[in-house]
């Protein structure tokens, strides 16, 4: 039976989205803080979604996205189900869409940028558009993220790829689901902060797709993670970034889509007050924390200790 008032439904509900997101780029009045947004990628049964919502008790903070990931080598149905449940826990569903097997690291020229663009993998991405266009709801949608890194198959100098087959390949990705009418999806293009990595710094800025293509802008950057890494400050490791976001993107929204901190080679409390305090001195208006404890990198759960738990919620009672 057709339903009118649905179709309805859904509109107001993708344009409140986008109001909420144009909210959070400027303040509500004199007395009154920005709209900000927070989120989780989590780990666990379920894409996550039950730790989520543990943490958004503890944190007695709500969430406001949860994110999952999606690999197309699983060649998995868009997870209706799980977005619905998402939706129904009052947070926007966001999937980092990685065009790889996530097993077998950078060098797997089957994902060539070219070879999406060239329709390589048309069947799969349409199955996705229309699924997309029947779930309605609003739902983002983040595909090949750090394409200006070195250590995915779609990063920029990886099999072959340029930062034009970058745009060329979210281009299509983008068109095709418009093309279905999943008009409901909202894209975000998200780079790696490449801090220490002048050249990752311009590889971004080649990669952008423009602003019709774009939504949302992420920015991903860890603190004091896995042997090798360093402690910076939230400064020393955003504000690059913050600035190519700004060069390419000024009126479209910037969210850190993904960020961390290891609590072995500094103070992570302190490390998390300082984050927050900083970011709302910025243009920043989002943050997804990656709320996971993987034992070859680091704990970067935000309740890694009370500490850490307590400077966290003390945080977001803030943002």
């Known amino acids: 039976m057709n339903r009118p008032h649905k179709g309805l439904r859904r509109q107001v509900g993708l344009a409140v989205a986008i109001i909420l997101m144009i909210l959070a780029m400027s303040s509500c009045g004199e007395s009154e803080r920005p709209v900000r947004i927070f989120g989780l990628s989590s780990q666990g049964p379920n894409f996550g979604i039950d730790a989520a919502e543990r943490a958004a008790h503890s944190l007695e903070r709500k969430i406001d996205v949860v994110n999952i990931f999606i690999a197309w080598e699983w060649e998995r149905a868009l997870p209706t189900v799980t977005l619905q449940r998402i939706d129904e826990l009052g947070a926007l569903p966001a999937i980092t869409w990685e065009p790889w097997h996530p097993a077998d690291g950078a060098d797997q020229p089957q994902y060539a940028l070219k070879r999406i663009t060239a329709g390589a993998f048309d069947a799969y991405i349409m199955r996705w558009a229309k699924a997309a266009a029947l779930f309605g709801q609003p739902m983002q949608i983040r595909f090949g993220h750090e394409?200006?890194?070195?250590?995915?198959?779609?990063?920029?100098?990886?099999?072959?790829?340029?930062?034009?087959?970058?745009?060329?390949?979210?281009?299509?990705?983008?068109?095709?689901?418009?093309?279905?009418?999943?008009?409901?999806?909202?894209?975000?293009?998200?780079?790696?902060?490449?801090?220490?990595?002048?050249?990752?710094?311009?590889?971004?800025?080649?990669?952008?797709?423009?602003?019709?293509?774009?939504?949302?802008?992420?920015?991903?950057?860890?603190?004091?993670?896995?042997?090798?890494?360093?402690?910076?400050?939230?400064?020393?490791?955003?504000?690059?970034?913050?600035?190519?976001?700004?060069?390419?993107a000024p009126e479209k929204p910037v969210w850190i889509y993904e960020t961390g901190s290891g609590d072995k080679r500094g103070d992570k409390a302190q490390w998390i007050t300082d984050l927050f305090a900083y970011l709302a001195r910025t243009r920043v208006s989002g943050l997804l924390w990656f709320n996971f404890n993987k034992d070859s990198e680091q704990n970067w759960l935000l309740n890694s200790s009370p500490d850490v738990e307590k400077a966290a919620k003390t945080a977001l009672a803030k943002w």
């Open 147 to 248: 394409m200006n890194g070195t250590w995915y198959p779609w990063s920029t100098g990886v099999n072959g790829n340029s930062a034009n087959d970058y745009r060329n390949a979210y281009r299509h990705v983008h068109d095709m689901f418009i093309a279905a009418g999943a008009a409901n999806v909202e894209w975000v293009w998200s780079i790696d902060s490449a801090s220490k990595r002048p050249q990752g710094q311009k590889n971004a800025i080649d990669a952008y797709p423009g602003d019709q293509y774009v939504d949302v802008v992420g920015i991903d950057g860890y603190n004091g993670g896995p042997t090798g890494a360093t402690w910076d400050s939230p400064e020393d490791l955003f504000a690059p970034a913050i600035d190519i976001a700004t060069s390419v």
